[in-house]
């Protein structure tokens, strides 16, 4: 599975933008799709989950009322919805699939395809 994640860049802060992920090679409904970032000198940290069973999400507390993941009907694309970014929302942020128990859902080792990575940076 090849994935692409998109929809990053430069915003102020109090902006919004939206990440989408996208699959070649197998179907993302097959899959709990995660987003996670990573900030200059910082480790790899869960953002949000979107589970293959009945769709359920998570959040990170950071992401907690600000972001929303979804799925289109098609289930083709997953979209992380930022709302009032922060300066220490700027990172790389990553696309995820796996089939990790929702125990773990949040975890990067239950993933094991990546995408490349899209910078977003929050900054006047």
């Known amino acids: 599975v090849q994935l692409q994640a998109y929809g990053g860049g430069l915003v102020e802060p109090g902006g919004s933008l939206q990440l989408s992920c996208a699959a070649h090679g197998d179907n993302l409904a097959l899959y709990a799709v995660a987003w996670f970032r990573q900030a200059p000198g910082k480790e790899r940290e869960s953002v949000s989950c979107?589970?293959?069973?009945?769709?359920?999400?998570f959040y990170s507390d950071a992401a907690k009322g600000r972001c929303t993941v979804s799925r289109d009907i098609a289930k083709t694309t997953v979209t992380l919805q930022m709302n009032s970014v922060k300066p220490e929302d700027t990172a790389v942020y990553y696309c995820?699939?796996?089939?990790?128990?929702?125990?773990?859902?949040?975890?990067?080792?239950?993933?094991?395809?990546w995408g490349h990575g899209t910078q977003v940076t929050v900054s006047s």
């Open positions: 979107v589970s293959r069973v009945d769709d359920a999400t």
């Open positions: 995820a699939v796996g089939r990790p128990i929702l125990s773990a859902i949040t975890h990067a080792s239950m993933y094991y395809y």
